[in-house]
Structure formats: C-alpha cells, structure tokens
C-alpha cells in the first residue's frame, strides 16, 4: 500500500472511531510504528488530525458560524431531510418547541404547508416570520432579551416564559456533539440556558442535526447527550457513532 493511500485509510479510521493506536495502525497496515508516528505527524500538521502520545484523535473544529444569516442557504436538503423527519413525528394537538435552528425554518415551513392542528411555541424571529396568513397551527412567541445572532430571543425573562410551559415535544439546534465526552454544544451562555430550560420543560426532546455536527463543537456546553430522548440525523452514521449513540439509549431517526 501506498503512504498515500495509509494516510487516506488513517483520516477516514480515526473520524469514525474518534481516536487511534499507533501499535493497531502498524499491525494493520503491516509498517513500524515509527512509521506510523511520522504519518501521525504528517496529518497533524496538515490539521487532518491531532496527534497525541501513542495515537492520534480526531480534530474537532469550531466553525464560528454565530449567526443564522451565516447558516442560511448552507446544506439546504440536509435540512430538508431531517425536517421531513422531525414532521412525520409530530400529532393532531402536540404543544411543540422550536429552538433556533435553521432546520426548523424548514420544519416550520411543513408545518403551515400542511396546515397541522398543533400550537407551535417558538423564541426564533424565523420562525415566526413564516405565519403569514390564517391557519389551523396555533403560534406562541417568547421574547426576551435578543440573542448575539439577532435571530431569536434568550435570557432570563424568556427562560421564566418557556419554564411555565409542559411541552409535548421540543426540536433543538446543535453547534456540534462530542459523544466522547457527552457535551452538546451551543456558542453563547444565555443560549445555553434558554436551551436547557426548554429540555426541562419538555416530555421529549430531539438533537436536530446533520451527521458533520459530530465532529464540530462550541464555546458552550449546554447539556449532555442523554439529556435528550433522541436525535434526527439526515443520513446514515458509521457504525462506531451508531455505537456510541445506543450507549446512551437514545431513539436515533436517521
């Protein structure tokens, strides 16, 4: 095989089980394991990976993308998908969570279309926008202080709001997902807490994320992965997160 082909093999390894070996890459490919370390660093300086003693784990990124108007238009049938998902869950009468969350943009915009007899309770300027005439679904806007990304609302006087509430289900946006460490990610502290306090207030609570999130976090953890009842992917996971994933016993819609 070839070096480069073994550092192809190498990133695709540790992105799906998070972290590798020296000692099980040099038996597997069949190379020393000073061979091995040079490719470790190799890939870590191309910032493919992070090299640590003895192995090497995946590079978590932090994309910075605080606002929704940098979210827009990006991975458009991703969100799609996991709306069309997060909509064949919903029923005739649900109380229901929108978090700010490009997704539920999309999951909104299903939700009017089909003109569904549920009351939507949202902070999410979007989301709100999008009820332009009459309809059968019922909306409850909660203000607050205006978030950093001027998209949606957050803070105390909004988490006394959402906390008077028993929601049926609630749909959750996600900077990113370290399933090593059980932590899901937000940017800002008082996005954190609105979050959390919507969580508490629901009797379920989805992760609405594409699969990349698993390898991205943020500045803010705003609850542990077995917090939530489930989470809505927009495709298939590699076997080792699916692994991870039921470690947690989580209802996983993919």
């Given at each position: ?22 000692k099980e890459l040099s038996e597997q490919f069949d190379v ?223």
């Open positions: 095989m070839l070096a480069r082909e073994r550092h192809n093999k190498i990133i695709e390894m540790v992105n799906a089980k998070g972290s590798v070996l020296v020393t394991e000073d061979s091995i370390r040079k490719d470790l660093s190799l890939l870590d300086k191309k910032g493919l990976l992070k090299k640590i003693y003895g192995g090497a784990v995946k590079n978590r990124v932090n994309i910075h993308e605080l606002y929704v108007s940098q979210r827009k238009g990006k991975n458009v049938e991703e969100k799609k998908t996991i709306a069309r998902k997060a909509f064949e869950m919903l029923e005739e009468g649900d109380v229901i969570f929108l978090d700010i969350s490009t997704i539920n943009i999309e999951l909104i915009k299903l939700i009017i279309e089909a003109n569904l007899r549920i009351t939507v309770v949202t902070n999410m300027i979007d989301v709100m926008l999008s009820f332009t005439a009459p309809a059968n679904t019922n909306l409850i806007f909660i203000g607050g202080k205006l978030n950093h990304g001027r998209d949606g609302f957050v803070g105390s006087y909004t988490n006394k709001q959402v906390a008077q509430f028993n929601f049926d289900k609630a749909f959750m946006g996600v900077v990113g997902v370290d399933l090593k460490r059980n932590q899901v990610y937000t940017y800002a502290t008082d996005d954190a807490f609105t979050k959390k306090t919507i969580i508490d207030s629901s009797n379920t609570s989805y992760m609405i994320m594409e699969n990349r999130k698993f390898s991205e976090e943020g500045n803010y953890k705003y609850a542990k992965v077995n917090d939530f009842t489930g989470v809505i992917l927009d495709e298939k996971i590699s076997d080792d997160i699916m692994e991870q994933l039921e470690r947690y016993d989580l209802e996983i819609h993919i």
